[in-house]
């Protein structure tokens, strides 16, 4: 006992100091990446954690020498500054198929928007008028573009489409009834709950119908002299089917025609074309919901727009100008750089060419034979470099990708995914060491396979693609 005590002792003082692990020429240049104080902290702390180990008697005495000691920790740092390197919003690679993945950004942006961004990010002319040399409106581009695709008499942007549906609830129906449907009390996903929204706005949810059935007389019923709103709710992630009845937008104008009510509807992804031709038949386009009489229209920019995180209001020019003046509108508008982002992914529509420039749109265009060729190509690469292979089985079948981002849940997207598997390794080993490579590449598993699905990788990430499988291949035989 007082014995492995005074070696223990003798370990704690043979730990390095502070001072020497920072003189270490790697750790000198882990601090030029990162700071003197966190490297310091972190070093600290390994330290620590060694002489706590010595103390319990975990850690052996009698292998401890000093330099061994030095380079384990400088070990333990490298390790350190891997796992920070993976820290942050870094680019990679989905490979998983679903093209709007909330996790993974949403839509990726075209080229001309993530141009527009760095064009705008120093000083740019968000809010200012270049002729007059004076004030002006706040981004107005976007808002013209936004108001001749979809018709509206006005539109209004902020952060994102649950900032929009805060917004228009706390101006319009704080302190009044907002009449739902049943069937649309959804959750969107990220705790964004229809009646939490109404609760949190001062707004008093009155709900009608059933979850599957609601007529227009429920909502007709329910009309009174507390009503502000009649408020539909896109159901986005998923669908009730059989014997299911709902109000249209037109039914519900009708209905509030010639009284105060305002008829809103929340479209969550909703399109700015007819996306049909895709396989997305549930989504509302914008135009058609504003012609059917909802006197107010919200919709993300980041979902099937294609575009930047953005939540757009369209609609009646009367109430956006009380939303736009309400002071409320000041702690969602939108950031300059994202305005610009939004401008140039308008700008698409506009020429007419958005299928063709939109990652999001060309995905979700690109036909199941484009995709089988580029995969048979791309498992032909791989079969190239047999020497690589080396324990890795790649196939080809058919199977699906999704839209995802909560929008059409029930669309049919054919597709052809590669299939991964290994002789020594499990399906998770793989996605984790395909996740963990440089850049990232996120897979999904599915029956003991790992896919790879094309569709959601550009041509220009490919080639990236290809080098990491075959890096499974140098995965070494264990034992
Ligand atoms: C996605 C969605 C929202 C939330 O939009 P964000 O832009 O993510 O804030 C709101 N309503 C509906 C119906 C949606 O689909």
């Not at 736009?324 to 750089?337: E, G, Q, V």
Request: proline share 4%; hydrophobic share 45%; glycine share 10%.
């Amino acid at each position: 006992m007082r014995n492995d005590r005074s070696l223990n002792m003798a370990s704690v003082a043979a730990l390095p100091s502070v001072d020497e692990v920072l003189a270490q020429p790697t750790t000198q240049s882990l601090i030029a990446d990162m700071g003197r104080d966190r490297v310091v902290a972190v070093v600290r702390t390994l330290i620590d954690r060694r002489r706590k180990e010595i103390l319990a008697g975990s850690l052996h005495a009698t292998a401890i020498e000093r330099s061994d000691l030095l380079v384990q920790l400088e070990r333990e740092l490298e390790r350190f500054a891997d796992s920070a390197r993976r820290e942050g919003v870094r680019r990679l690679i989905n490979a998983t198929g679903t093209i709007i993945h909330t996790n993974l950004g949403r839509a990726p942006l075209s080229a001309n928007a993530a141009a527009a961004m760095l064009s705008a990010s120093g000083y740019s002319a968000i809010e200012y008028d270049i002729p007059s040399g004076s004030r002006g409106p706040r981004g107005p581009r976007a808002v013209d573009l936004l108001k001749r695709l979809t018709g509206a008499e006005d539109v209004l942007i902020v952060n994102n489409c649950a900032a929009a549906a805060m917004l228009i609830l706390s101006v319009f129906a704080q302190g009044r009834e907002v009449i739902v449907s049943r069937g649309e009390l959804v959750e969107i996903g990220g705790d964004f709950r229809i009646p939490d929204i109404l609760s949190r706005t001062g707004a008093t949810l009155r709900e009608v119908g059933t979850t599957n059935r609601t007529k227009l007389s429920d909502y007709e019923n329910a009309i009174s002299e507390r009503t502000a709103m009649i408020l539909k709710v896109h159901p986005s992630n998923f669908r009730i089917t059989g014997f299911t009845k709902t109000a249209d937008t037109a039914e519900l104008a009708g209905l509030a025609a010639g009284s105060n009510l305002i008829v809103y509807e929340d479209a969550g992804s909703g399109a700015l074309i007819d996306l049909s031709g895709a396989g997305i038949k549930g989504e509302p386009v914008i135009r058609d919901v504003l012609a059917a009489g909802a006197d107010l229209v919200s919709f993300s920019g980041d979902k099937l727009l294609g575009g930047p995180q953005a939540g757009i209001i369209a609609g009646r020019g009367d109430l956006i100008e009380r939303l736009r003046r309400d002071p409320f509108y000041r702690a969602l508008r939108l950031d300059k750089t994202i305005t610009a982002a939004l401008e140039a992914t308008l700008e698409a529509y506009s020429r007419g060419s958005a299928s063709a420039e939109l990652p999001v749109l060309t995905m979700l265009f690109t036909r199941p034979e484009e995709i089988a060729g580029r995969a048979a190509a791309f498992a032909g690469k791989l079969a190239e470099s047999v020497d690589g292979l080396n324990g890795l089985q790649v196939g080809l079948r058919s199977s699906r990708s999704a839209v995802g981002g909560g929008a059409s849940p029930d669309a049919v997207i054919e597709t052809t995914v590669l299939t991964l598997k290994h002789s020594r390794m499990s399906d998770a080993q793989i996605e984790e060491a395909l996740r963990l490579g440089e850049p990232p590449v996120i897979t999904r598993i599915e029956g003991g396979e790992v896919l790879i699905d094309l569709r959601t990788v550009s041509l220009a990430e490919e080639a990236e693609l290809v080098e990491a499988v075959l890096k499974l291949g140098n995965v070494p035989v264990v034992k």
